[in-house]
């Protein structure tokens, strides 16, 4: 399939709707051993026919009703810097993720100035966001999995790591033998 690319600015490329929460589409981290990458997924193994590319380094995946179904980041996870995270507590709305992004193009692309991509490896948390530092809104996505909006636009994500990732020795020794 031939891509069309669309470049929108960021406000619009990643303003959102919340649908109804369905057990069968939560979001959760995983992580590719060969390449060192993060994602978060939902179970459904559906074609992504639209996407949204964030700065050349997160890349979001949407199905043909332009809901999120799969987000990458980019960078390999050993490189993310070290940070103190914790998981939002108490009842959170849940939901959904669906795009308001046009169908003029099947790929938009948008550029940000701020992009931040830390984690926890100790608690085993990581955090995605890009946009703006606040946020106004916390939606529960998946069972450890939450997104940040700043008003309708999602601005990130902050999650608990996937299991390969725990414990954290084990990650570093994976990062330490692909450096050399």
């Given at each position: 399939?031939?891509?069309?690319?669309?470049?929108?600015?960021?406000h619009?490329?990643?303003?959102?709707?919340i649908?109804?929460?369905?057990?069968n589409?939560?979001?959760?981290?995983?992580?590719?051993?060969?390449?060192?990458?993060?994602?978060?997924t939902t179970p459904?193994?559906?074609?992504?026919?639209l996407?949204?590319?964030?700065?050349n380094?997160?890349?979001l995946?949407?199905?043909?009703?332009?809901?999120l179904?799969?987000?990458?980041?980019?960078?390999?996870?050993?490189l993310?810097?070290d940070?103190?995270?914790?998981l939002?507590r108490g009842h959170?709305a849940?939901?959904?993720?669906?795009?308001?992004?046009?169908r003029?193009?099947?790929?938009?692309?948008t550029?940000?100035?701020?992009?931040?991509?830390?984690?926890?490896?100790?608690?085993?948390?990581?955090?995605?966001?890009w946009?703006?530092p606040?946020?106004?809104?916390?939606?529960?996505?998946g069972?450890?999995?939450?997104?940040y909006?700043?008003e309708?636009?999602?601005v990130?994500f902050?999650?608990?790591?996937?299991?390969?990732?725990?414990?954290?020795?084990?990650?570093?020794?994976?990062c330490?033998?692909?450096?050399a």
């Amino acid at each position: 399939m031939r891509r069309q690319l669309e470049r929108l600015p960021w406000h619009s490329a990643l303003w959102v709707t919340i649908a109804e929460f369905k057990e069968n589409r939560q979001l959760s981290c995983g992580y590719d051993e060969q390449g060192g990458l993060l994602y978060l997924t939902t179970p459904r193994t559906e074609p992504s026919p639209l996407g949204i590319n964030i700065d050349n380094g997160i890349l979001l995946d949407l199905d043909s009703s332009r809901e999120l179904i799969f987000v990458e980041c980019i960078m390999r996870f050993c490189l993310w810097p070290d940070a103190s995270l914790t998981l939002p507590r108490g009842h959170k709305a849940l939901g959904r993720l669906v795009f308001g992004v046009p169908r003029r193009a099947n790929t938009v692309f948008t550029e940000i100035e701020f992009v931040k991509l830390v984690a926890d490896r100790v608690k085993c948390i990581g955090l995605i966001q890009w946009g703006v530092p606040d946020f106004t809104t916390i939606i529960k996505v998946g069972p450890e999995c939450y997104a940040y909006l700043f008003e309708s636009l999602l601005v990130g994500f902050i999650f608990r790591l996937a299991p390969q990732l725990r414990p954290a020795r084990t990650l570093q020794q994976k990062c330490m033998r692909g450096r050399a």
